[in-house]
């Protein structure tokens, strides 16, 4: 019964090939039939309606800065409703619709600029205005609608002209052009310096111009649009400026960036000490001062693959920081990373160099030198490098002296720092930094002795 079933089902097949073919000449070349057009996506379009630069100086209150959208691809009566208004994608822009067009107030056109581009100089920039857009369909419905995007140009207001020097005034110097605080030019209109206070202080910014017949000018003078600021990084103001305000005792640092009128201050650490997985996350170890070189600090380590290790401002946790809080410069390979942590991906000897203010790592090679008379140079030179030791247990070994003299060792990773800012010598057995301290004593070598170096037991010895 079953083998009849089979056989009745192959000729069904059979006819039914047989009544294809009749109808088409080939069976097997498929038939096409043209498809229809698939529906057009939703689509809104904006326009730029400013013809030149806004200047922030001459523009009226509210500025009109785009067309209301035209969608296209919607039922008929479909309204248009923008949701949002990004400049440059990430900024959002608060807006009003006017007159048939997008409008701005430009005070707060004005405080986003400053956001976005981090400044307050007068420069024509090119605003990009992207538009979150809706359609509204008479059914209810409501489409998402893509528009394009749009360029303005802007000015901002013009700020007083930069000038060659700038002062503190403050609870911490004085209120007074002479006792104010000189800072340090670093070039492109940053100025830099460091202060000390014995508790809460206020402080605002002279410029140079603001010194008149040995007074202080207070109408120029600069500080912040709050009274009492506190922030870390924010805008300096020169229109009815208030005073900044560290809150607690200490030692900070304090940049001005007045090309675009941005203030920074961070707290100075007068030590860092690391711990991590190689010392059970309990034991410190001291990094070195660099001398005269606020908040930057050195240790030469050994490190090895897979360690983890982070810092702090003092020999115990509080107020640490590792790679999150760290921008890193790996100039040796260490292979550094981590999101917590500091991670080590390489293992061996390294020169570790923080600069804790701007939490800046660099990792150099492990270069010591011998330098001076017992060197034949007092230039930092390749010749004069000690052998760096395989593992962590091993020495660093100088050259022999080639003459009887004064002993010098130093490291030196940047060429921007003075070599004897990083100098240390063996005293007693014992290696011991100078730091922020004064000129060490010193130790005599005899012609054909060497330095021997063990930084992980921190002891040397000549011989």
């Not at 056989?7 to 073919?21: K, M, P, S, V």
């Not at 100078?434 to 005899?446: E, I, L």
């Amino acid at each position: 019964m079953k083998k009849l079933i089979r056989t009745a089902g192959f000729l069904f097949a059979a006819l039914a090939l047989t009544a294809c073919d009749e109808d088409y000449t080939d069976w097997a070349n498929p038939q096409t039939n043209p498809q229809e057009n698939p529906a057009e996506a939703v689509s809104a379009v904006v326009q730029a309606l400013p013809t030149a630069a806004i200047d922030r100086d001459q523009a009226p209150d509210t500025v009109a800065l785009a067309s209301l959208p035209t969608l296209a691809n919607v039922p008929q009566a479909s309204v248009a409703k923008v949701h949002k208004v990004f400049l440059n994608e990430s900024h959002e822009l608060p807006f009003v619709e006017k007159d048939g067009a997008i409008a701005v107030a430009v005070a707060q056109l004005d405080s986003v600029v400053e956001l976005a581009y981090l400044s307050r100089a007068r420069e024509e920039r090119t605003l990009t205005l992207s538009f979150e857009v809706y359609a509204q369909t008479p059914d209810g419905q409501s489409l998402q609608a893509p528009a394009n995007t749009v360029e303005v140009k802007y000015l901002q207001t013009a700020p007083p002209a930069l000038e060659d020097a700038y002062y503190l005034l403050g609870d911490f110097c004085g209120w007074t052009a002479d006792a104010a605080m000189p800072l340090k030019a670093k070039g492109n209109g940053v100025f830099e310096g460091v202060f000390e206070t014995t508790g809460a202080a206020w402080f605002k910014i002279m410029p140079k111009s603001a010194i008149v017949a040995g007074g202080v000018d207070w109408s120029k003078v600069y500080g912040s649009s709050i009274d009492s600021d506190t922030s870390t990084e924010t805008f300096i103001t020169w229109n009815k400026p208030q005073a900044f305000k560290v809150s607690d005792e200490g030692k900070y640092s304090v940049t001005l960036d007045m090309k675009n009128w941005r203030y920074a201050v961070k707290p100075v650490s007068a030590e860092i000490y690391m711990t991590g997985s190689a010392y059970e996350w309990s034991q410190w170890q001291a990094f070195v001062p660099v001398n005269g070189v606020d908040g930057q600090f050195w240790k030469v380590i050994y490190l090895s693959a897979g360690e983890e290790f982070k810092f702090a401002p003092q020999a115990g946790w509080g107020g640490d920081f590792g790679a999150d809080q760290l921008t890193f410069a790996d100039h040796a390979g260490a292979g550094l990373s981590g999101t917590g942590n500091v991670v080590v991906g390489k293992a061996g000897w390294y020169l570790l160099y923080l600069d804790a203010t701007n939490k800046v790592l660099e990792t150099y090679t492990p270069d010591v030198y011998l330098i001076g008379n017992t060197a034949g140079t007092w230039n930092v030179e390749a010749a004069n490098l000690f052998s760096v030791p395989a593992d962590k247990s091993g020495e660093f070994v100088s050259p022999a002296f080639v003459a009887e003299d004064e002993i010098r060792v130093c490291v030196h990773p940047k060429e921007s720092v003075d070599w004897w800012r990083m100098e240390f010598m063996v005293f007693d057995g014992k290696i011991e930094y100078r730091g922020n301290g004064p000129d060490q004593a010193r130790v005599k070598g005899q012609a054909g002795q060497c330095l021997h170096l063990n930084f992980t037991e921190g002891t040397g010895s000549v011989k």
